[in-house]
């Protein structure tokens, strides 16, 4: 639904129309027009409403989701809360295997939401028997009539995004977007987004970008998997230690790898100079922007659309909470006072 001032049936009709929002501050140095496509404006504050809502109509269509049935998922949160937002509204159980890498604020958001929370360790490889894919895909065999969503390995991940991300972003932009930076986790947004948009345009570039300590840029060069790239790190819900098949590797033209603190100060440089309160990726989207504009990636007339999946309210605990900042030694090289504020 395109206007705010309309009565709407219920919360669902608000998925997807989000807006794209002109940065004016953050990317001053750099040439280029600069939009981002603010997903915090779903109605459970990221761009998985789009999936979760597409993926259940698509089971409902097919019959297989009757009212009383169990929808199944491993979420880092955002996904998950969609789901329990759509189940409620359309009468479903929803049941959620968590990473514990997962902020506490969205594990209290989930069960607020009526969701069953399964918390499993992060650091164990995505076969171990107490990974949140093989929770996940234990309960869907033991409960019956159950819905897996799979947002990992599910092609309906990629078309939610070719039939709404995509055609709102090229309508938006009267179909002048030149680039498209975006956050891979499952790769949905990215590869669907792409799709539809090169379609239009095959000479839009499409960025990827990609955590340090995640497979998925060696992998997109080399098209080996090299376990050596994995190892903790902070960002959530981008970056991966599989590879998705919902990512089309090849639509994607290049990756660009952040960091944990950089991408924390940015996502705080947006809050200020914007006024986005978005998350931890999109500070990480913004980073990488930033990252290429420093080696002149971008030219006068380019317009570029980066996409900020969520809203910042989802890491109060986290990039947005000085002491947690301060203990992942993130405030190290830079001016304390300015950035926590004058103490009283
Ligand atoms: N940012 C956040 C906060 C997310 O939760 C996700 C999903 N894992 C992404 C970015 C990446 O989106 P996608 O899964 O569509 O690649």
Redesign the pocket.
Known sequence: MEHKNQVFDNVLDLVGNTPLIKLNKITSQINGDFYAKVEAFNPGH???DR?ALYIIEQAEKQGLLKPGDTIIET?????GFSIAMVSIIKGYDCILAVSSKSSADKIDMLKTMGAKVYVCPANVSADDPRSYYEVAKRLHEEIKGSVYIN??FNQL?IDA?YLSTGPEIWKQTEGKITHLV???????????TAKYLKEQNPNIKIVGVDAFGSVLKKFHETKVFDEKEIYPYRI???GKNLI?T??DFDIIDEFVKVTDEESAHTARQIAKSEGLFV????G??MQAILQLGKVKKFSKNDVVVV?F??HGS?YMSKIYSDKWMNEQGFFDSVNVESVQGIQY
């Open positions: 990221s761009s998985k999936i979420t880092s949160g955002n996904t947002q990992y991940n995004h975006a956050c891979s986790g499952t790769g949905g947004t990215i590869s669907g959530e819900g981008l998705p919902a990512t998350g931890y990726t999109s990480a989207a996409i999946p969520d989802r």
